[in-house]
């Protein structure tokens, strides 16, 4: 294993990180979540095609960057019409 | 090793240790508007990593693919950051401007 794979695992551990957040916490703290874990998972793809040395699967870093960038953007506009937003109930009720 | 490659590491472990960061910090906040301030970690562990991608590879194809994702990131964290608490503003107060309530403080 090189050292790309290492961080390959390393964002991994974030991922699942984020994934526990959405899980345990509310439904705005799990978008601000998801927008992370995209981050990850596109440095987390761009890292393991420099580990197995297969350029093309870089692409599909750039389509999830973009991706979850545009669908963050899309979410925050239903975040307005969470009632009472962090407060209420869009905020961390399951602590 | 060579200088370059423990360059490559060195950029690597401030890079994933960055995002580990940015993680915790998401784990361990107290609500929504601590949380979004740790997307900040991520984009300077985003810069890193593709930082230590160029100094391996230099400009390849995967290197100015790094480059292109790292300007998404750039560009794009920022931008869904100040989008989600604006709207999370507007849900909890119904205007994102301060309210009558609150006061501001201005910079002198």
Redesign the interface.
């Known amino acids: 294993m090189n050292?790309?794979y290492w961080?390959t695992c390393?964002?991994l551990?974030?991922i699942a990180?984020?994934g526990?957040?959405i899980l345990r916490r509310?439904f705005?703290?799990g978008?601000?979540?998801l927008?992370?874990a995209g981050?990850?998972a596109?440095?987390g793809v761009?890292?393991f095609?420099?580990a197995v040395d297969r350029?093309?699967f870089?692409?599909l870093?750039?389509v999830l960057?973009?991706v979850?960038?545009v669908g963050?953007?899309i979410l925050?506009?239903f975040?307005?019409?969470?009632?009472?937003?962090?407060?209420?109930r869009?905020?961390?009720d399951r602590r | 090793m060579s200088v370059g490659d423990a360059f490559?590491?060195l950029l690597?472990g401030l890079?994933?240790a960055s995002?580990?960061v940015?993680?915790?910090g998401?784990?361990l906040a107290r609500?929504?508007?601590d949380?979004?301030h740790?997307?900040a970690p991520?984009?300077l562990?985003?810069i890193l990593?593709?930082a230590a991608?160029w100094a391996?590879?230099g400009p390849?194809?995967?290197g100015w693919?790094?480059v292109?994702?790292a300007a998404?990131?750039i560009v794009?964290?920022p931008?869904?950051?100040h989008?989600?608490a604006?709207?999370?503003?507007?849900?909890?107060?119904g205007d994102w401007r301060a309210g009558e309530d609150e006061t501001v403080e201005r910079a002198r």
């Open positions: 050292e790309w961080l390393a964002l551990a974030g990180a984020c526990w957040v509310g705005l703290d978008i601000v979540a927008q992370l981050v990850l596109s440095l761009l890292s095609a420099e350029p093309p870089g692409d870093a750039i960057a973009l979850s960038v963050s953007l925050a506009r975040v307005e019409r969470v009632p009472g937003g962090p407060g209420g869009g905020g961390d | 490559v590491y690597i890079g994933a995002l580990l940015a993680c915790a998401l784990v609500d929504f508007f949380r979004l740790f997307s991520a984009t562990g985003t990593i593709v991608l391996r590879e390849s194809l995967i693919k790094g292109a994702t998404i990131v794009g964290s931008l869904v950051t989008a989600l604006r709207a999370a503003r507007i849900a909890e107060r």
